[in-house]
C-alpha cells in the first residue's frame, strides 16, 4: 500500500509571505556595496597596475558583469517566493549573490592583466590588446557558466571528492593574500581617511557591534571615509576625486560582443584553452560555495533546493559574459546574517535593479569617481578576513595545518607581483642580474604559477595525509607530476604559458633563463611529485599511523 505525499501548506491570508521588511533595507546596501566594491576593485586594479583604457572597461566590461548580478539576483528572488510558497511559510529569506571577489583577483592578476600585457608586446595598440584581452575574459567566463551548469547535477559529489581542507585552503590563499592584503595598499595611501573607515568595518562587522537603529555598518564606513576624505581635501590636505570626471550623467551601454567575439574565438581558441586551468579552479570555488551557502541558509530555516542554486549561478555567469562581463557571479556566503537583519526578498530585488541600473545606464562612471577607493576597500579587507576566518572554521582541527600549507603558493605570487613591479625599473637585462638574484626570481616565478591549483593540490594532499588515506594522498601527487609536466602547475616562464616541457625548456633559453632556471622546469618538477608520492609509499609500509578521532571542532554537514 503507498502513502500519498501530503501535499505543501499553501499560505494563509494571515501568514502572507512579507517579502519586503525593513531588515530588507540594511541587507540592500550590504549586499549593493559589496558588488560595487568589486567593480571598483576590478576598474582600479586594471588601470592602475596593467594600464588599460578605463573607458573600455566602464563602457564594455562593467555593463555585461553588472547584468550578470541583476539575473542571478532576480532568480534568487523568484526562489524566495517559490519556497514561500511551497512550505507555507512567510519568514523566508532571499539567497544573497554578488560578484565573486576571488574571481575578480583572478581574472585581473591572471588573465586579463597578462593578456593585455602581451599583447602590447606583440605590437598591438592599447585599444586593440584591451579588446584581446576582453575577449579572452569572455571566454573565460562563458568556460566558468558552462562547467557550473555541468556540475550542478552533480555538487554534492564534487564537494565528497575535493577535501575541504583543499578548496577552502586554496580559498583562503587567495582571500589573506590578495583580497586583504592588496586593498590594503590602497587603504594606506590615505591612511587618515582609509583607516577611519576600516575600524568602522571591523568593529560593525568582525566585532559585531550594533549601531544606533541598525544602522548599516558598510555605509556608515563609507560615509565616515568620505567626510574624512573630502573634508581634507576642502582644507588642502588630500587629493580630491580621483580619476577622470565622467563626460555625462547617463549613458545607456550595453555591448552584444558575440560576433565579434565568434570570430576572434576561431582564431584564437588555443591560447584561451591555456587560461582554463586559472578559470576552472575559481569557478569550482565558487559550486563549492554555493553548496556551503546552501547548507548555512538550510540551517536557519531556508531549504533551497542545492543544484537550482549551483545553475541560477551558472546561468547568471553564462548572461554575463555573453553580454561582455568578465567576472563571475555566486551566492555570498551571509544569507544567516541577512535573515538575522530581518530581510526577505525585496533586498536582492532592489540589488538586482540596482547593480543592473548601475552599470547599463553609466551610473557606475560617477561612482568610480566619487567613491575612494582607501574608503571602499576597508570592505574588502573584511571580506577576506571573514573568508580566511571561515575556512579555517569549516575545516577540521587537524586539517588546520593543510589549510596553512596551501595558502603559501600565494606568497610566492604576491612576491611576484613586487619583482614585476621592480624589475622594470632596474634597467638590466635578466642575464645581467647577479646570479643568486637570477635564481631567486626563478624559484619564485615556478612556485607561483598556477598557484590557484598549486594552493588546491597541496591543500588536499596534506589533508589525506593527516587522515592516513595512503592511496588518496599518492593520487594527488600523481595528478600534481601530471600538472607540472605540462606547466598548469610551476611554470618557470613569466607568462606561466601552458605547454609541453621540450618548449618550455626552448622558451626559457630564448628569454636568457635558461640557467637561472636550470631545476625550474617541468622535468624536475613532475620528479618531484614522484619523488614525493615514492616516499608517501615507503612510509606507509614501514610507519605507524595515528587514529583519527571525531573532531569536536566542525559540525557533521548534512548529506547534499
Given amino acids: 500500500m503507498s502513502i500519498a505525499a501530503a501535499p505543501a501548506p499553501k499560505l494563509r491570508d494571515r501568514d502572507r509571505y512579507e517579502w519586503a521588511r525593513t531588515g530588507d533595507v540594511n541587507a540592500f546596501f550590504g549586499l549593493m556595496i559589496d558588488n560595487i566594491g568589486d567593480m571598483i576593485l576590478m576598474t582600479s586594479l586594471l588601470v592602475v597596475a596593467f594600464g588599460f583604457p578605463r573607458d573600455f572597461i566602464l563602457t564594455r566590461m562593467i555593463p555585461g558583469t553588472a547584468v550578470g548580478v541583476l539575473v542571478g539576483d532576480l532568480i534568487f528572488t523568484v526562489m524566495a517566493f517559490a519556497l514561500a510558497r511551497r512550505t507555507g511559510r512567510s519568514d523566508v529569506t532571499a539567497m544573497p549573490l554578488g560578484l565573486d571577489t576571488p574571481s575578480t583577483f583572478g581574472s585581473v592578476f591572471l588573465i586579463l592583466g597578462p593578456a593585455f600585457v602581451a599583447a602590447k608586446g606583440r605590437g598591438l595598440d592599447a585599444a586593440a590588446a584591451a579588446e584581446h584581452a576582453w575577449f579572452l575574459g569572455i571566454a573565460m567566463l562563458l568556460a566558468s557558466g558552462l562547467f557550473k551548469l555541468a556540475c550542478a547535477p552533480f555538487c554534492g559529489w564534487i564537494r565528497r571528492v575535493v577535501p575541504r581542507a583543499g578548496l577552502l585552503g586554496s580559498l583562503s590563499a587567495i582571500a589573506l593574500v590578495l583580497i586583504s592584503f592588496l586593498p590594503l595598499l590602497d587603504v594606506a595611501a590615505q591612511p587618515v581617511a582609509g583607516f577611519a573607515a576600516l575600524i568602522v568595518v571591523l568593529a560593525t562587522l568582525s566585532a559585531r557591534w550594533k549601531l544606533p537603529d541598525r544602522a548599516p555598518g558598510m555605509v556608515c564606513a563609507v560615509g565616515v571615509g568620505c567626510a574624512i576624505y573630502y573634508g581634507m581635501y576642502l582644507a588642502d590636505l588630500g587629493p580630491g576625486a580621483e580619476g577622470g570626471r565622467p563626460e555625462s550623467w547617463l549613458r545607456f551601454s550595453l555591448p552584444f560582443p558575440m ?38 541558509a538550510a540551517a536557519v530555516g531556508d531549504e533551497y533546493p ?30 544567516p546574517a541577512y535573515k538575522a537583519m530581518g530581510a526577505r526578498a525585496a533586498y536582492t530585488l532592489a540589488t538586482a535593479v540596482f547593480i543592473g541600473a548601475v552599470g547599463v545606464l553609466g551610473c557606475f562612471d560617477w561612482i568610480f569617481f566619487l567613491l575612494p577607493k582607501a574608503v571602499v576597500f576597508p570592505i574588502l579587507i573584511f571580506i577576506g578576513l571573514e573568508i580566511t576566518a571561515q575556512s579555517f572554521q569549516a575545516t577540521p582541527f587537524r586539517h588546520f595545518p593543510a589549510v596553512a600549507f596551501a595558502c603559501v603558493p600565494a606568497l610566492a605570487y604576491l612576491a611576484l607581483l613586487a619583482v614585476n613591479q621592480v624589475l622594470p625599473l632596474v634597467d638590466r637585462p635578466f642575464d645581467q642580474l647577479p646570479s643568486n638574484v637570477q635564481h631567486w626570481i626563478g624559484s619564485v616565478t615556478t612556485l607561483s ?13 596534506l589533508a589525506t595525509l593527516i587522515d592516513g588515506r595512503v592511496r588518496a594522498t599518492v593520487a594527488v601527487l600523481l595528478l600534481a607530476a601530471a600538472f607540472a609536466w605540462f606547466g598548469v602547475i610551476h611554470s618557470p616562464l613569466p607568462s606561466g604559458a601552458v605547454m609541453p616541457p621540450a618548449a618550455v625548456v626552448a622558451e626559457l633559453k630564448a628569454l636568457g633563463r635558461a640557467e637561472a632556471s636550470a631545476h625550474q622546469t617541468p622535468y624536475y618538477w613532475s620528479a618531484a611529485y614522484l619523488a614525493m608520492a615514492a616516499a608517501v609509499l615507503v612510509l606507509a609500509r614501514f610507519a605507524e599511523m595515528p587514529e583519527i578521532e571525531p573532531d569536536p571542532h566542525v559540525a557533521p554537514t548534512k548529506a547534499v
Wanted: with cysteine; glycine share 20%.
Fill in 259 to 296: 560576433a565579434g567575439w565568434w570570430a576572434w574565438f576561431q582564431l584564437h581558441w588555443r591560447e584561451a584553452a591555456g587560461y582554463l586551468p586559472v578559470a576552472i579552479p575559481l569557478a569550482l570555488a565558487t559550486i563549492i560555495g554555493g553548496v556551503d551557502c546552501t547548507e548555512s
Fill in 306 to 335: 542545492t543544484g537550482l542554486i549551483v545553475a541560477a549561478e551558472g546561468l547568471a555567469t553564462l548572461v554575463g559574459g555573453g553580454l561582455g562581463g568578465v567576472i563571475q557571479s555566486t551566492p555570498y556566503i551571509g544569507h
Fill in 449 to 461: 604559477g598556477g598557484f590557484i591549483v598549486t594552493s588546491l593540490l597541496w591543500g588536499s594532499g
